[in-house]
């Protein structure tokens, strides 16, 4: 039998992540079968995963803001834009990611949401980082949930 995974949604939450994909399997007679995943998990995320949103998602919202300050705190590690999760949406050359995250401010957190960015289309700088990602995230999502990827929390005092 042979399966495919497709993400669909993939948001950082303060204890794991909230997590929507498909798996299709196709079984030796050539029956196709896909099925919808939304689950939500309470382990942290592996430090490789949280950094595709901390630097490579934040640094396409940049360039999609065209934002100079947040290109330069970013190379500081001042960053003050925080990018929390994507969907993809579309299909062949329409395939694109929509960001959602925060930015404080000195009034607080202010939401943000960058709808579909199509990023097989374009030579720009932030479709060429978002293809990155793209590819990248897939993989990441996939080792958090089925082979255990997370983060190693140690007790307290132990080494």
């Known amino acids: ?3 495919t995974f497709e993400l669909k949604s993939f ?3 303060a204890a794991g992540a909230d997590v929507k994909y498909n798996v299709t ?5 050539g029956v196709e079968t896909e099925q919808e995943f939304h689950t939500k998990i309470a382990r942290p995320v592996h ?7 901390e630097r490579d998602l934040t640094a396409v919202v940049a360039d999609i803001f065209d934002n100079t300050e947040i290109t330069a ?3 500081l590690g001042h960053v003050r834009v925080f990018p929390d999760g994507i969907a993809f949406a579309g299909k062949n050359d329409n395939v694109g990611i929509a960001i959602t995250g925060h930015y404080d401010t000195k009034f ?3 939401r943000f ?3 579909r960015v199509k990023y097989l289309t374009s030579d720009a700088d932030a479709c060429v980082k978002l293809t990155k990602f793209a590819g990248e995230i897939v993989n990441e999502v ?3 949930l089925f082979e255990n990827k997370s983060a190693k929390l140690e007790t307290f005092g132990e080494e």
């Not at 399997?25 to 007679?29: L, R």
């Not at 430090?47 to 949103?53: I, K, R």
């Open 1 to 3: 039998m042979e399966s």
């Open 47 to 53: 430090p490789d995963l949280l950094a595709l949103f």
């Open 25 to 29: 399997e196709v079984d030796d007679d």
């Open 11 to 13: 948001k950082l939450e």
């Open 113 to 115: 949401k960058i709808p």
């Open 108 to 110: 607080g957190k202010v």
């Open 73 to 75: 705190s970013l190379a």
């Open 142 to 144: 996939h080792a958090y």
